[in-house]
T-cell receptor, first 110, second 113 residues
Framework: QKEVEQNSGPLSVPEGAIASLNCTYSDRGSQSFFWYRQYSGKSPELIMF????GDKEDGRFTAQLNKASQYVSLLIRDSQPSDSATYLCAGGGGGNKLTFGTGTQLKVEL | DAGVIQSPRHEVTEMGQEVTLRCKPISGHDYLFWYRQTMMRGLELLIYFNNNVPIDDSGMPEDRFSAKMPNASFSTLKIQPSEPRDSAVYFC???????????FGPGTRLTVT
């Protein structure tokens, strides 16, 4: 069982809608969480990271962390076709080692 | 500034051959990570270095895999002998101490026939 779990999708949302991507983790020692975006055939790139319980907003993106429920989410407001990609959730234990989920494929439809 | 550089971008080899993947991290970054990505297992950490010293190699699948970092600007991942199940995209990433983000290179797509 992977330590970081994501639904593989695809998650389809219409343009302009809110996309909600979810991730659960099993290691209670995980202290930091990262959301990476990966376009097909490209390398992952960081969107956001979060360390504290609650919400963290950056433009159209909001990361949410609930350590009691071991749950991390990423909300994308006003979804655009250019947001269509695979989103990777990763957890870190305080060091530099990250454990990645297998990713959720997002499709934003016109 | 140049990002993480990896070579080759594509490698096709026959089972049993030696494969060497190369990585140049971003200048000034003192952490270097090697990952492998497959559809089934996702992105997996193989090994990472800090200041050229291997810190955690628990993800290296078996003795056929080895990694070195002879200096701050160069690292290699070697597979000898290669097997078809090694076919994957191998990413190198780097980060600086205190930084949150790992910066990924473009990856090497390895196909072992």
């Amino acid at each position: 069982q992977k330590e970081v779990e994501q639904n593989s999708g695809p998650l389809s949302v219409p343009e302009g809608a809110i996309a909600s991507l979810n991730c659960t983790y099993s290691d209670r020692g995980s202290q930091s969480f990262f959301w990476y975006r990966q376009y097909s055939g490209k390398s992952p790139e960081l969107i956001m990271f979060i360390y504290s319980n609650g919400d963290k907003e950056d433009g159209r993106f909001t990361a949410q962390l609930n350590k009691a429920s071991q749950y991390v989410s990423l909300l994308i407001r006003d979804s655009q076709p250019s947001d269509s990609a695979t989103y990777l959730c990763a957890g870190g234990g305080g060091g530099n080692k990250l454990t990645f989920g297998t990713g959720t494929q997002l499709k934003v439809e016109l | 500034d140049a990002g993480v550089i990896q070579s080759p971008r594509h490698e096709v080899t026959e089972m049993g051959q030696e494969v060497t993947l190369r990585c140049k991290p971003i200048s000034g970054h003192d952490y270097l990570f090697w990952y492998r990505q497959t559809m089934m297992r996702g992105l997996e950490l193989l090994i990472y270095f800090n200041n050229n010293v291997p810190i955690d190699d628990s993800g290296m699948p078996e003795d056929r895999f080895s990694a070195k970092m002879p200096n701050a600007s160069f690292s290699t991942l070697k597979i000898q002998p290669s097997e078809p199940r090694d076919s994957a995209v191998y990413f190198c990433a780097s980060k600086r101490t205190g930084g949150a983000e790992q910066y990924f290179g473009p990856g090497t797509r390895l196909t072992v026939t």
